[in-house]
């Protein structure tokens, strides 16, 4: 879906705005904004959470210190479980980042480690996050269980299923390249033939959409705002087009309207496949 820009700066200012865990925000714009998938929903919300975690999300000892305090300090209280959830809502911060933190600094006043930023304890420390059980302390262990059972950002689950899901994408446009009897290279052909920035496809005889000779696709299973498009277009789409020439960029969750259509035709931009398709060997 193109979706209207006032429409997708008001998605924004409730994310900016909420108080809270992102997941029970996801749920307050899916009931504003009934109209608008959930993938779509989802997408944006990562992308403005994640920049707001990377502008205030601090690793400083006084910080860790004051967590572990306050986690600490609701044990001995025998405070029900949830803790770190309740910590993660009243700092607005991210509850498997929190959850980190006081995990550093238990194993760290456990095991005497005075270098816990360490490559070899991080290792540990994300071994832990992604099997709890392992943590000897059980009370921090059933904390730390809690928090990536309610973290739909930051959950070593979650990065999981972005990956799945972005695959399941790349799968769905090989399938279909595949069915229209199009002949093309996916990426890991190309990286095993010693390519470094490579297209999710290379086409291996070009096609035409809407006037545009397209020669490679890359698919995003994500919502295209203006800020990632940018990005985007710096790491990847230029260097696709430099070496390649024009080609085509799928946003499988919609884009924002306002965004750029490049008028020298470097790439367009769509949210499917489009069914309008011709091979340019039929035109000559």
Excluded at 26 to 43: A, C, G, I, M
Excluded at 181 to 208: C, H, Q, S, V, W
């Amino acid at each position: 879906m193109k979706m209207e820009t006032e429409k997708y700066f008001q998605i924004v200012e409730i994310i900016r705005n909420y108080k809270g865990l992102s997941k029970d925000c996801l749920v307050e714009l899916k009931h504003r904004f009934q109209d608008v998938p959930s993938n779509t929903l989802y997408s944006i919300l990562s992308t403005e959470y994640q920049k707001f975690m990377k502008q205030h999300y601090c690793k400083s000892s006084k910080r860790i210190e004051k967590y572990y305090s306050e986690y600490c300090k609701a044990i001995h209280k025998r405070e029900e479980p949830g803790i770190i959830l309740r910590m993660s809502k009243e700092n607005n911060l991210a509850p498997c980042l929190i959850g980190k933190l006081i995990l550093q600094k238990y194993f760290e006043k456990k095991n005497g480690d005075a270098d816990s930023n360490s490559d070899k304890s991080q290792q540990n420390i994300n071994l832990y996050m992604r099997n709890t059980c392992l943590i000897p302390d059980t009370d921090l262990s059933y904390e730390i269980y809690l928090c990536t059972m309610y973290d739909d950002q930051y959950s070593p689950l979650v990065e999981v299923i972005k990956m799945s899901v972005g695959q399941e994408y790349e799968l769905l446009l090989e399938r279909t390249l595949k069915e229209l009897g199009l002949a093309f290279r996916n990426e890991e052909y190309l990286r095993r033939y010693g390519y470094d920035k490579t297209p999710d496809i290379k086409m291996e005889i070009p096609i035409m959409i809407d006037g545009v000779i397209i020669n490679w696709i890359e698919s995003k299973a994500l919502f295209g705002s203006e800020e990632l498009h940018r990005e985007y277009f710096k790491n990847q789409y230029f260097s696709y087009w430099n070496r390649f020439g024009p080609g085509l960029v799928i946003y499988w969750f919609g884009f924002v309207e306002t965004l750029i259509q490049t008028d020298d035709k470097r790439f367009i931009i769509r949210d499917n496949f489009p069914k309008d398709i011709a091979d340019i060997t039929s035109l000559i």
